[in-house]
């Protein structure tokens, strides 16, 4: 065991709690709830509980959306248990359960495309009794469960090849293409995105991930043109506002302009809470999903926005960090793909609200009001945990060591 | 084992890789929200004001109409209104029941809401208010206050309303303001430059804003109308009103009191005096021409008008057969009957045909041509100068003057005493009536005139048509020996139309003789007034004029039978009774035209209605310095002759 002496993370800890580990199997699921790390936990709670104090400030005034804060925490509470159940999982079952969640999630995104319900100009809901489902959601948990599986099987000495990774390319694009059809340029922007992540982290050349990038790069013209008017309509005015041409204070460009107004006003240190004049009063349209981030910009100002992400980049950097220390392949790149996936609902909802991406609609993680997102962002972190629980385990069936 | 090795190295050195990657992203991120939020936080500042602040039009204030003692005529009055903001109702019908259960909505205003509410949400302008009810009383006002909060979407407030505090009294000189129609908004803006146009249009929309429609409020709309402001309103995404800012610097300028000449008091009295009859009466300053009454009753309660008047209600005030909408003193024109001859003998001495001392023998009739003219004395006055032809108003005695003098002479003279022109004074309605003369009747008629119709002519009868107000300027002039003088209604506002038009002087001497006359008709044995002339008030009396106006023929038939006063026919076939007087008869100070449609007799009805009016004027010193002059009231322009 030469493990001793990595630059970076330092495995030391976890080799000394080994002996722990190896009696962990054997606990109560009480006991391994109280093991399980509480900070992390903490955090995440404080920032649904800000959340939800924000969709109230936000929504409060408006006619029959003020309970929406509570309709969310409400959501919260149950996939917070959800999340805790998931984090006892130990990570054979979740290894167990890749592969058929992949399958059934595929099948669901061929559903769509055949019996889906359209909404807002795209196809992305199933009606499952008096339930919406949107499968693309799921689809981001599978897809990164599935590489997890994929490259834990796969990846040996030798692993630095090529070949090795055609297989974990065509686990992401089955999906995304299925998401792109429906359209939905967001969901598959970040699908490939942390599922890149993935691929990266496995080990593929740099040469030909430098090859891909540049590639789609090259792509972009014919992506642009394969777009939706709508989609298309969002990036001409997420360039024109970039190159600093005067854009009309109509449709998408509004949006952008109303929020770049409400987050720029807002200041060092904001306008105080519910006293947003843009957030009280509508202006930014979204402003309880997507566009949160303008509330939160106005009523808190710079030093708000600023310890939100701060809040964040605690969050990711210690679940990332969790899963490097992880044993398994599995572990490692399943935590791992996880922590992508959220980084980029967040990276992909900033980025828009402050004029850096187009709109792509992609709701803030803990902080928008939805449930399908707070569903797969908590399942995330099940898994993240569940990693972290489950670090030592050597998932014998491997033919890593 | 190194082959492992490697593998371990590679994935932490790409962990790594990928969490430096994720902190320049984050890093990004945090430096374009600095760049939002600090650096340009001023443009951004700017433009969230711009945002949420909204100009609103300010309607000005209206300026009020006062009468001469600044008491109050049309005013502006805070009233209780109710309105529907659709897009706060969840069921615009249940909310428009609700408040139906409240306060007494009528159905088929009900059902016009209704539609209403439809409209504005089909235009996406459910967010402006829909007027419910306006004028609300006190109770409704207070019973829908407390229960508008359980009614989402009603909005129960207070708004400035014009009003007219003395209701009827004032109508047909005030007229009324309106909503601007299209038709107004065309008068409004004609000649205008377009932008200009444009901009009285939006604030006419304004529902607090409305025009004068007619009489005073018309003609004095921009003297009255003020200057519009703006409000700062906080608005929402919507336009939804959020609060507002007061800011002094927008805020409207309010429009210009009109004060007029007129006496309240003395108008209320004089139309009280009226009771039930129809008729007019016009009060003026003998010294000055201020107009101190003017009584057209029936009349209209301009009050109804404001708010829109129904259809129905409309259609009951125009087919009333009293036609409560018809200006009567200053609009209404009849025969002035035998208040006329003091006009004929001005002209009969002025042209000299006839002297004050000729003689006329009046046995009852009178003969020209092959017709026969009758004098309302049957059995006739006997010998008759020019003294006792006015005081007993003898018809003989002016078929002869007329016939000497002619009709030429005549019609001058009276055009002198300003007959034939509209006195518009700042009303509307104002109509000249008519002087008759053989151009005239060429002219319109095609035809020549005959003598004969000169004998009518001189008893006030014929195509003669004149005002109250004509007869009311007539009186005073001869009152006031001739002094050449304007009929005033505006004492402070704009400037009316007729300013310099009567410029005509008349012989003192003459006015002398005249006043003699009237005086006679009121204190003298034999005079057709005897009993009117004392005024009640110990030492002073009044001079006055009797008049008839036929309204038909009598015919000769009837005469035969004895029918000459038409107490046993139909009321609208009966005589308008005149009357016209000055008084204090040795110092004239108020001159009186006083019309009572189908009143039968000058004497029986319209001279005592004269009197108690003149009474209440001396009494009330209704005359008295205005309270728009600075200095003391306007100096008489015969003060300084000698007497």
Known sequence: MSRDGYTGFSRGEARTRTATSLSFETMGPLRKLAKLPWGFILLIVAMALTGAAMLYSSAHTNPGESDLWFLQLSRFGLTFVMMLVMALF????????????YAFTVLLLVLVEVVGVTGGGAQRWLQVGPVAVQPSEFAKLAVTLALAWYYDRVITPRSGRFVIHLGALVIILIPAVLIFKQPDFGTTLALIASGGVVIFLAGMSMRVILGGVVAGIAAIPAIYFSLAAYQRERVDTFLSQLSGDATNALGES???????????????????????????????????????????????????????LLGFAVILGWAFYSASQSRSWFGRLAGAGATATVAFYIVFNVGMVIGLLPVVGMPLPLISYGGTALLTTMACFGLILSAHMHRDDKLSSTGLI | MTQDRSIEDDFTRRMLIAAGAGGVVWAGLVARLFQLQVVEREKYEAAAEDNHIKLALAPPQRGSILDRFGKPLASHRRAGRVSIIPEQTRDAADTLARIAALIDVPDERLARLTREISTSRRRNAAFVPIIVAHELTYEDFARMNVHAAEIPGVQVEMASTRSYPRGRDFAHV??????????????????????????????????DMRTGRQGMERFAEEWLRGKPGFRKLVTNAAGRVIEEIPD??????????????????????????????????????????????????PAFDPNDFVNGISGADYALLRDNPRSPLYPRAHGGVYPPGSTFKMVVATAALESGAVKPTDRVHCNGYYRFGNRTWHCWKKGGHGSVDMHNGIKGSCDVYFYETARRTGVEAIAATARKFGFGEAWTLGMTGARGGLVPDSAWKQRVMGEQWYEGETLNFGIGQGQLGVTPLQLALMTARIASEGHSYKPRLVGLGPKSDEDGVLDAPLDAEIMKRMKAGMYGVTSEAGGTAYRSGDLGLGGPRLAGKTGTAQVRRITMAERDKGVRKGLNIERELRDHALFVAYAPSDDPKYAIAVVVEHGEGGSSTAAPLARDILHFALKNDSRRKPAYSQTASVAPATAGEPT
């Open chain 2, 248 to 297: 002094d610097k927008f805020a409207p300028v309010p429009g210009k009191d009109v004060y007029v000449t007129i006496d309240s008091e003395l108008q209320r009295a004089a139309i009280e005096r009226f009771g039930d009859e129809s008729g007019a009466a016009v009060v003026l300053d003998v010294e000055t021409g201020d107009v101190l009454a003017m009584v057209s009753t």
């Open chain 1, 254 to 308: 509004y949006q952008i302009e109303q929020a770049k107004i409400a987050i720029g006003s807002g200041g060092w240190n904001g306008k105080g809470y519910l006293a947003g004049i843009q957030s009280q009063q509508d202006y930014v349209p979204e402003q309880h999903t997507d566009f949160i981030l303008t509330v939160i910009a106005e009523e808190f100002g710079f030093l708000g926005t600023t310890a939100l």
């Open chain 1, 90 to 101: 130990p990570l054979s079952l979740w290894r167990t359960l890749a592969l058929p969640a």
């Open chain 2, 174 to 207: 005030l007229g009324y303001v309106a909503r601007a129609s299209q038709d107004d908004l065309h008068r409004l803006s004609n000649g205008m430059p377009a932008d200009e146009a444009k901009r009285l249009e939006n604030l006419f929309r304004h529902p």
